[in-house]
C-alpha cells in the first residue's frame, strides 16, 4: 500500500500562486509516474500534471504555462507550482503515484485549492 502526505492547498485571489507537496511512501520504494489531477464539484477528476522519473512530463490544457510540475525521486516526493491561478482552478486536487513494478495508481486524499475574492 501507499501512503500519502499532502501539503499547500488553501485559499488565494485570483492572479496568485500556491505551492503543492506530496510524499509517497509503504510498500514501494520508486515511482514510474508522479502527479496531480483535480476534480471540481459536479466534474470529473482530470489531468493537472505528470511527471516522469526521466523527467518528462504533461501537462493539462488548462494549466500549461501556469503551472510547473517537478519531483525528488530519491525522496518520492512531488510539487506542483501554480501561478496566475484563476476561480476555475478551484478544486481538490489529488496526488498520484504509480510504482514502478506493478500496473496500478494510488491516490492521495486531496487537498482543496480555492481561486477567490
Known amino acids: 500500500q501507499v501512503q500519502f502526505a499532502e501539503s499547500g492547498g488553501g485559499l488565494v485571489q485570483p492572479g496568485g500562486s500556491l505551492r503543492l507537496s506530496c510524499t509517497a511512501s509503504?510498500?514501494?520504494?520508486?515511482?514510474?509516474?508522479m502527479g496531480w489531477h483535480r476534480q471540481a464539484p459536479g466534474q470529473q477528476r482530470e489531468l493537472v500534471a505528470e511527471i516522469t522519473m526521466s523527467g518528462d512530463t504533461k501537462y493539462g490544457n488548462d494549466v500549461a504555462g501556469r503551472f510547473t510540475i517537478s519531483r525528488d525521486s530519491a525522496k518520492n516526493t512531488v510539487h506542483l507550482q501554480m501561478n496566475s491561478l484563476k476561480p476555475e482552478d478551484t478544486a481538490v486536487y489529488y496526488c498520484?503515484?504509480?510504482?514502478?513494478?506493478?500496473?496500478?495508481?494510488?491516490w492521495g486524499q486531496g487537498t482543496q485549492v480555492t481561486v477567490s475574492f
Open positions: 509503504g510498500s514501494f520504494k520508486t515511482f514510474s509516474v
Open positions: 498520484e503515484a504509480r510504482p514502478l513494478t506493478i500496473i496500478s495508481t494510488y
